[in-house]
């Protein structure tokens, strides 16, 4: 008798074919449509081969711009990860001050709490005029746009996540002696440490556009500005590697923050019966 | 010394009356055992004493003075859940009252002073069977074994009351009656006042020295939340020998 589908699992080596099917898929159908464009028309510049695409990456990469003289790929990067750092820094140091306050503290509550819920309302890109008209065109209005992007919700994730902190061990800590500011050390950072890795993971896709949106709006440099930059000459082969390099970088800035989580927080591995 | 006294005490919510006309006279040292049906009020007298809550009306002493409007170090207590924390191992969770104490900043005790809490707290962890689980984290433990952490964390800052609610409800038997030779044992020990709900009668006669009863005396059939909970019963166990060592009549 053969089982229900959704009772057969791949193996180990299954899971690994599996998943890569739909990446060799892409790569296949993009090295078909290439090379039948590239019959038709050799300057063909939508879909350009892989030996073209090599070619602009060690250009980029390794070769210093002969107008600015720095390697663009990594001062762009640069650029990009300084300002997306920044924001997500501020932002985190936000969404603990003011979720453990809101959560933890009813007076902090009363005061902030519909104040914040209206403010996460607002669409960050609607803001992003003022941004400009305030801070200016350079490093900050970039910054505070990532910050007002995702600040709101890590606020409002963070204060739920300290309410849902069992009252009894909080109660608990009472009768151990501990005062507000030892509750706050011993019992919620830890409990909402890991919840805030993942908001953190949850966020940065976010972070990430609000950051090129910025950029390609008014930039000198970064990763947004290049591949905004290089649309008007329809220059595929420096934008689909620009594509996969912040989508690597996407995806390492997420696994580092997943291994923090496993090494900081020991608690959430061992027992998890 | 922890005499209890309680004084026509009420408690309601709204226009729903949960306890009502509580008066008591515990004498210091006296094991206490709540029983009686689900949601008469055990539970609630419990948290007021705990003050988790404030009564309505009346008031609660400790040796004549008017009960702290929170939680403190002089009242201990053991939940059924939710009791050790599990971010930290079985020997940070019982130091963790010592350190509240003693690093009014962070809460958190480093190198010689921690040396010294370590010390300290070995034998409340020897005394509740921990040693040999010093350095798990809540998760890996067992239910009873949970209970016995909960329990040497709330004795590590000596109060003088101890306050537990229905700490073995979640345990097999054999569990639950090796926890009741512990908590008699440490009972004995401390000297402290006890409060214990329990659902279990036979629990309650086995390890109090007093039993109290809650229950509804009135009820208004049209309109049940109109009358709450009292006490029906209070009943010293006058001819336990144990009662006569430890509690100060």
Request: with cysteine; proline share 6%; net charge positive.
């Amino acid at each position: 008798m053969g089982r229900r589908i959704i009772n057969r699992r791949p193996g180990k080596g299954g899971a690994l074919f599996w998943g890569a099917l739909p990446f060799l898929a892409v790569l296949v159908l993009y090295v078909t449509f290439s090379a039948l464009r590239l019959a038709e028309n050799p300057n063909d510049k939508l879909l350009p081969a892989f030996s073209t695409i090599a070619d602009t990456v060690h250009r980029l990469a390794f070769v210093p711009d002969s107008r600015s003289g720095q390697v663009l790929l990594w001062a762009d990067t640069a650029s990009s990860l300084t300002r997306l750092g920044l924001g997500l820094l501020v932002s985190t140091v936000i969404g603990l001050v003011l979720g453990i306050g809101t959560g933890l503290i009813p007076y902090v509550r009363a005061g902030l709490s519909p104040f914040i819920a209206v403010l996460s309302l607002i669409p960050p890109m609607a803001v992003l005029p003022i941004l400009f008209i305030v801070f200016g065109l350079d490093e900050l209005s970039k910054v505070v746009l990532i910050v007002i992007g995702i600040a709101p919700f890590l606020v409002r994730d963070m204060a739920m996540r300290v309410e849902a902190i069992p009252s009894e061990l909080v109660i608990k800590a009472q009768t151990l002696g501990a005062n507000t500011w030892q509750i706050v050390t011993r019992l919620v950072l830890p409990s909402v440490w890991p919840k805030l890795m993942d908001s953190l993971r949850l966020s940065l896709g976010p972070a990430w556009l609000f950051l090129i949106s910025a950029e390609a709006i008014a930039a000198q440099d970064g990763l947004g500005y290049r591949i905004f930059l290089v649309r008007r000459y329809l220059a595929m082969d420096v934008i689909l590697p620009y594509v996969v390099w912040i989508t690597l970088l996407a995806f390492c800035m997420d696994w580092a923050l997943r291994y923090a989580n496993r090494r900081l927080c020991p608690w959430l591995e061992r027992g998890a019966s | 010394m922890s005499r209890v006294t309680v004084d026509n005490l009420w408690m309601e919510y709204g226009d729903q009356v949960v306890l009502e006309r509580v008066n008591l006279d515990i004498p210091s040292g006296e094991f206490c055992a709540l029983v009686g049906p689900s949601g008469c009020g055990k539970t609630t007298f419990l948290r007021l004493l705990l003050s988790m809550e404030a009564p309505t009306r009346g008031t609660i002493r400790v040796d004549g003075e008017k009960l702290s409007p929170e939680p403190g170090p002089d009242r201990g207590v053991v939940f059924q859940r939710y009791s050790a924390y599990p971010h930290l191992t079985v020997e940070e969770n019982v130091i963790l009252g010592l350190e509240f104490a003693r690093a009014p900043l962070w809460g958190k005790l480093w190198g010689k002073a921690k040396r010294q809490a370590q010390d300290e707290v070995a034998a409340v962890i020897h005394a509740v069977g921990l040693d040999h689980a010093k350095s798990k984290y809540p998760a890996e433990l067992s239910g009873g074994m949970q209970q016995r952490l909960s329990i040497a964390q709330a004795l590590v800052r000596k109060p003088r009351i101890l306050l537990m609610d229905e700490p073995f409800g979640a345990l097999d038997p054999g569990t639950k009656a090796q926890m009741h030779d512990l908590v008699r044992d440490l009972w004995r020990a401390e000297k402290m006042t006890v409060f214990m709900v329990t659902h279990d009668i036979k629990e309650g006669f086995g390890l109090g020295t007093r039993v109290l009863a809650f229950d509804k005396v009135r009820v208004d059939p049209d309109e049940p939340q109109a009358y709450g909970a009292t006490i029906t019963l209070n009943l010293p166990l006058e001819d336990k020998a144990e009662r006569a060592q430890v509690v100060q009549l």
